[in-house]
Nanobody, 114 residues
């Protein structure tokens, strides 16, 4: 079965950095990415990446976040720099298979606070 396991969340000061990782197993995935959802807010796309390496970023993430993937390790990463309090959220790993089935991780908490 498909399983997405996130890691790397935590507490960081404004201006700091974090690197999120997601190990995706159980299928071949065409698109991997990261979404986030804060309390009382809708889930929003942060960044996605295709097998070929094409990336897409939310405007708020451009210039600060970098998404990458290691196909051999079946892992997607989100390097976050210059973090702001408004980045505080639960971050969810996302995967879409070649059959266009969507999968979600359990989520990892990112808190940006002094």
């Amino acid at each position: 079965q498909v399983q997405l396991v996130e890691s790397g969340g935590g507490l960081v000061q404004p201006g700091g950095s974090l690197r999120l990782s997601c190990a995706a197993s159980g299928s071949i995935f065409s698109t991997l990415g990261w979404y986030r959802q804060a309390p009382g807010k809708q889930r929003e796309m942060v960044a996605t990446i295709t097998t070929a390496g094409s990336t897409n970023y939310a405007d708020s993430a451009k210039g600060r976040f970098t998404i990458s993937r290691d196909n051999a390790k079946k892992t997607v990463y989100l390097q976050m720099t210059s973090l702001k309090p408004e980045d505080t959220s639960v971050y969810f790993c996302y995967a879409s298979s070649l059959l266009r089935t969507n999968y979600w991780g359990q989520g990892t908490q990112v808190t940006v606070s002094s």
